[in-house]
Nanobody, 126 residues
Framework: QVELVESGGGSVQAGGSLRLSCAIS????????MGWFRQAPGKQREGVAA????????YYADSVKGRFTISQDVAKTTVYLQMNSLKPEDTAMYYC???????????????????WGQGTQVTVSS
């Protein structure tokens, strides 16, 4: 019964900002990864950022460090991705995903995640 729902995507000009939200329900683990991924046409799905719920450890792809920030609400039912200084190359379908933490799991690999949202489109124009 795990459900993930993304929202907040849209179209923005280069240099603008968007804030994505991911609401999670039905997942009771107190220690799990919540990750944001993106996939552009013809490209591999790539990890953008992740947060380890319970420890608040965060991880970022080099391409978004300094521009994107992942965070969670107090209730730990929603994870956000604040995206600033957006570039055309950020254009992609963005997905949130989650998995229970396990030693050896890799935050940036889609294959290590068990549950996925439906995605939300982000389009950045120059």
């Amino acid at each position: 019964q795990v459900e993930l729902v993304e929202s907040g995507g849209g179209s923005v000009q280069a240099g603008g900002s968007l804030r994505l939200s991911c609401a999670i329900s039905g997942y009771t683990s107190s220690s799990n990864y919540m990750g944001w991924f993106r996939q552009a046409p013809g490209k591999q799905r790539e990890g953008v950022a992740a947060i380890l719920i319970g420890s608040s450890l965060t991880y970022y792809a080099d391409s978004v460090k300094g521009r994107f920030t992942i965070s969670q609400d107090v209730a730990k039912t929603t994870v956000y991705l604040q995206m600033n200084s957006l570039k055309p190359e950020d254009t992609a379908m963005y997905y949130c995903a989650t998995r229970q933490y396990r030693v050896g799991s890799r935050w940036y690999l889609p294959s290590d995640y068990d549950y996925w949202g439906q995605g939300t489109q982000v389009t950045v124009s120059s």
